[in-house]
């Protein structure tokens, strides 16, 4: 499994997002073993047994970490019984409401089985040392996580040049705007909601800025 820096690489199966496993234990913050998104939850083995190659079983995980509130990144949550939830406030009532369009868990048939929010994010929160941006776009309550080097960024953005959808909660004016701050910064690991982690994330962001016109 890759491994960057203290960040371990987990794909996501068929429908499910990504998952990115945050080893926090040489910090001396309450959570030690962060998991950020937990896919659509129809791969519960599959994810435990990628836990277990690192040494880490569901009940080490002390913290959940939403990158929003789509169902394809919140569906597990439920398999992580010691781990707080957090997502940031803007998505946490699609979340904590299973019958909330904006989960999308209809798209994919099914329903939300854990609905509670311990931590509203919010913009300049700080988790493990990586920031919390709120990059609305894709949802409002979109994040991505940055520690100056690594961008974990859900489906704002995705490798080769890619955006999240904006037609399911989202909106193209707050995507561009969210692009033109993702562009500022400096990125050398992009690990999106999907598809493949890469390095040289400033042009992998360049191409995405360049698909919504922007230079
Ligand atoms: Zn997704
Ligand atoms: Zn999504």
Request: proline share 3%; aromatic share 6%.
């Amino acid at each position: 499994m890759e491994q960057i820096k203290n960040i371990y690489c987990i794909e996501g199966l068929m429908a499910d997002s990504n998952s990115y496993l945050i080893d926090n234990t040489d910090s001396d913050s309450e959570y030690n073993y962060i998991l950020v998104d937990t896919g659509t939850g129809e791969s519960k083995g599959y994810l435990y047994a990628q836990l277990e190659e690192i040494g880490i079983k569901k009940d080490d995980i002390d913290l959940v970490v939403n990158t929003h509130c789509h169902y394809d990144h919140v569906g597990g949550n439920d398999f992580f019984p010691n781990a707080k939830v957090a997502v940031h406030k803007d998505d946490a009532k699609s979340l904590m409401d299973p019958d909330s369009a904006y989960n999308v868990s209809a798209l994919f048939d099914s329903k939300i089985r854990r609905c509670d929010v311990d931590i509203e994010l919010e913009e300049g929160d700080e988790i493990a040392g990586l920031k919390v941006l709120n990059t609305p776009g894709h949802t409002h309550g979109g994040i991505c996580l940055y520690d100056g080097e690594v961008l974990i960024c859900g489906d704002t953005i995705f490798a080769n040049g890619g955006v999240g959808r904006m037609d399911i909660g989202g909106d193209p004016n707050d995507m561009k705007a969210s692009l033109m701050r993702l562009k500022d910064l400096d990125v050398e690991y992009l690990l999106p909601g999907h598809g493949p982690w890469v390095k040289n994330g400033n042009e992998h962001i360049k191409m995405s800025c360049m698909m919504m016109g922007i230079r």
